[in-house]
């Protein structure tokens, strides 16, 4: 996954991604295993800071929740839209080391994603 995003505000982010697998999509149906070729995405929205906990002078936990617009490739090659309610909890260190870690779900295809990462505020 390709992320970056911008900061207009300290407590507004509107994130960019582009997402292009390596490896298949797995799923469980009636006790097997199924596998089935996984999707590129792109997507942006906009992401919202709830809260923010210092800890120390240069260290805090935030937590930032927001709707996404993704849209993907689908078996048939045609582009199918689907938004995206995600949220996460942000580790910073130093005011400019963050580990993140949280989850998304896609109203439009039914499906509970992870995030979790490491990046550096320039």
């Known amino acids: 996954m390709f992320f970056t995003e911008f900061r207009p505000d300290k407590k507004i982010k509107i994130p960019v991604f582009f997402n292009f697998p390596t490896e ?3 799923y469980i149906k009636n006790d097997a295993l199924f596998y ?3 999707s590129p995405t792109a997507g942006a929205g906009i992401e919202f800071r709830i809260f923010k ?3 120390g002078q240069k260290s805090a936990i935030e937590m930032e929740v927001g709707p996404l617009a993704s849209f993907l490739l689908t078996q048939n090659n045609k582009i199918q839209f689907a938004p995206l309610i995600a949220s996460r909890f942000r580790f910073i260190k ?3 080391f963050i ?3 949280g989850s998304s779900y896609s109203i439009g295809i039914n499906a ?3 995030l979790y990462g490491i990046g550096y505020v320039f």
């Open 112 to 114: 509970i994603g992870l």
């Open 24 to 26: 298949s999509n797995q």
């Open 94 to 96: 130093n005011e400019d």
């Open 36 to 38: 089935e070729r996984a």
């Open 53 to 55: 906990f210092p800890i």
């Open 99 to 101: 580990t993140y870690f």
